[in-house]
DNA sequence: ATTGAAAATGAATGATCGTTCATTTATTTT
DNA sequence: AAAATAAATGAACGATCATTCATTTTCAAT
């Protein structure tokens, strides 16, 4: 326990101290190797699972000697936190980005769940890791994680309430019926592939079905694509 | 790989080669050790992850050494089939003995759910591992613990199809909506406590008429307990 | 009591783990 | 071009991993 100052950037995203000059193809190789650190690390650990995949194997995939991980993430758990923060960070700021984009009086709830399996479904291995690898997590950074896993659940909570109180769903309990509704539509991606014979388009709209009558809302009337 | 003879016992549950006489209280310690691994397996599993719990931790939980383990079961690996497999078998058993004390003309779509839940609430650590630990499963034993999950799936497909039929659910695609179905279900011992605010049968009623509403059924006239 | 098998021990195997570090190489800043 | 900083190397650290095995202990059957 010493992994104290250093210099690791790790953050990755975009520039983080003073790229002044040019600012895209940074010269040759200049601070993208953190970038594929975790595009490595978010692959072997969708796969194999945290606790089975080793540095040198991340470091195999990044085409670098292992030490040189450490130039970017003090330890492996940092490269793990720096995924699912990401990860959880992305989503809440896609939702705020999507819901900004939406006209007054649009049916909040189909929009949430259109843009839950849609987002879900083009980042599944960042959903995949987001809870299998929550236990691995040290308790410091868990909590972080699971402080934003309840603000995005809020989300849909509030739009159940809204629903509610304007009489047009009939639920229990908002907060049973959040955690149901979501755990229905993140399961999509363990089984959903693009080979297959339903569209995307097409899942979005059964599932908004489902999701309406489980609240007991008027069925049908979808907006977008249809069976 | 010559973990070949030997005379692992392993499959636990019940007496395997010839306790004829006494069955009770084997006298004092009698092959009750390979049952006492699965459980402390399960709960190391359950709360660590496979990867992540050696077989000194498992050996230190039973009170054993470590070589002692390998009189009861010729891997690591095989501890974790031991307990999957096990998990799904005595789930699909105990679905045959629910169905079989089932009433004719019974609505089995609730009989369905609300054993899921019982049983989900119950084994909460074997589900757990039973669908967080199938990639660490190599991939003839994953695709003896699949082919058991199918089957389990295929009993409500079943069961969806016959409403169908019979015009009393409105659905699009039996296999999504049992996907959905189970994936809703299953996720309530990630949340649910004993100590919380809601019994576990007015959970059962809650989820009981989301999903007779996510399916298009006629609401309420749940049979049981109520809210 | 004796026998034989099953279970447990205790020590060892080679491999692999996360991490450190002095040093060299590459890149940026002056 | 020189100085400074960042990144990568290559080798090593101690620890721990799953597994093996000769030996001893425990237990059930004779």
């Excluded at 709830?109 to 599944?124: A, K, N």
């Excluded at 979501?182 to 059964?206: C, F, K, N, Q, V």
């Amino acid at each position: 326990m010493d992994h104290s100052g250093k210099r690791q950037a790790g953050t990755l995203g975009g520039a983080a101290g003073k790229p002044s000059a040019s600012d895209d193809t940074r010269s040759t190789k200049g601070g993208q190797t953190a970038a594929r650190v975790c595009k490595a690390a978010l692959h072997l650990f969708a796969r194999h699972g945290y606790a089975a995949v080793s540095m040198r194997q991340i470091a195999s995939e990044v085409g670098v000697q292992p030490g040189a991980l450490y130039n970017h993430f003090a330890t492996k758990q940092d490269i793990l936190k720096a995924l699912m923060l990401e990860h959880m960070g992305a989503l809440l700021q896609a939702w705020e980005a999507c819901r900004g984009t939406v006209p007054e009086g649009t049916d909040l709830l189909e929009v949430f769940v259109r843009f839950h399996i849609r987002y879900h479904l083009s980042r599944s291995e960042e959903v995949f890791i987001s809870y299998m690898e929550l236990r691995n997590l040290e308790p410091e950074n868990f909590a972080a994680v699971e402080r934003l896993r309840q603000i995005y659940e809020a989300i849909l909570t509030g739009i159940l309430e809204d629903g509610m109180s304007q009489g047009r769903y009939r639920i229990e309990e908002p907060r049973v019926a959040t955690r149901a509704i979501i755990a229905m539509l993140t399961g999509i991606p363990a089984w959903y592939r693009e080979t297959g014979s339903l569209t995307a388009g097409r899942i979005e709209t059964i599932y908004l079905d489902m999701v309406r009558g489980s609240l007991g809302a008027a069925p049908a009337f979808t907006a977008g694509e249809s069976g």
